[in-house]
């Protein structure tokens, strides 16, 4: 049976310890709602608790068995942009690449190309849109007078704003999903600087399918 990708992205907002987690992820490469686990921080009181010890977790299982295959869901604390996310997973199978472009809600998008080539499509499809947008703003503008004329010019510019903005190259990407790594692949990204975590199953798994990524949105002020 031929194999297809569904992805379900959930918004949410889950605030704790500084932590959001904005959106959830189901990766199910093949028709079934089998549940395998979960990645990413636990929403409350105890997040960075989590993520200490699913740091210790990967360094100790990558002590024991470095050259062991396994998959992880990297959560960055800043937004990165495309070309250093590229030169980071040089030679690893990136699947997935959770992202915010400018005046757009987080989205995940499943990697069937590399994700140059990935990113600059969406960012073409999205610049399409506000392109379509802006039109429709410049002629409700022409009619509009006192408050309304305000909020048109407002949204206008933002959406211009946002068109500069919309780029393959962009400071956009929060998250990735690896698989057919090895830990100490993974363990190494874990040491850099851009990275808060790499969540990794336990018992480790080469893949991802089945399970539900909730990586963590960097705050917009970081």
């Not at 921080?41 to 062991?68: C, F, W």
């Not at 995940?108 to 392109?131: C, F, G, N, Q």
């Not at 703003?137 to 007078?145: G, K, P, T, V």
């Not at 305000?150 to 929060?174: H, V």
Request: charged share 25%.
């Amino acid at each position: 049976m031929k194999k297809t990708s569904h992805l379900r992205l959930q918004a949410f907002a889950a605030v704790a310890v500084g932590l959001v987690a904005a959106s959830m992820l189901s990766l199910d490469r093949e028709d079934t709602t089998r549940i395998a686990g979960r990645l990413g921080p636990t929403p409350g009181p105890n997040s960075m608790g989590h993520v200490q010890a699913k740091q210790s977790y990967l360094q100790r299982i990558a002590r024991a068995d470095p050259e062991k295959v396994g998959a992880g869901l990297v959560s960055f604390d800043r937004f990165v942009a495309t070309p250093d996310v590229t030169r980071m997973v040089t030679g690893l199978k990136t699947t997935v690449v959770f992202v915010v472009f400018p005046e757009s809600e987080p989205e995940a998008i499943a990697l069937s190309k590399p994700l140059t080539e990935t990113m600059t499509t969406r960012a073409k499809e999205l610049a399409d849109v506000v392109r379509a947008e802006i039109v429709s703003l410049e002629a409700q503008l022409r009619d509009a007078q006192g408050a309304e004329r305000e909020t048109l010019a407002d949204s206008l510019e933002r959406r211009r704003q946002a068109l500069d903005g919309l780029n393959a190259d962009c400071s956009c990407i929060y998250a990735i999903g690896l698989e057919e790594a090895t830990l100490a692949q993974l363990a190494a990204l874990q040491g850099r600087d851009e990275v808060l975590l790499v969540d990794v199953p336990s018992p480790v798994t080469t893949s991802l399918d089945g399970w539900h990524l909730t990586p963590i949105l960097p705050s917009q002020a970081s």
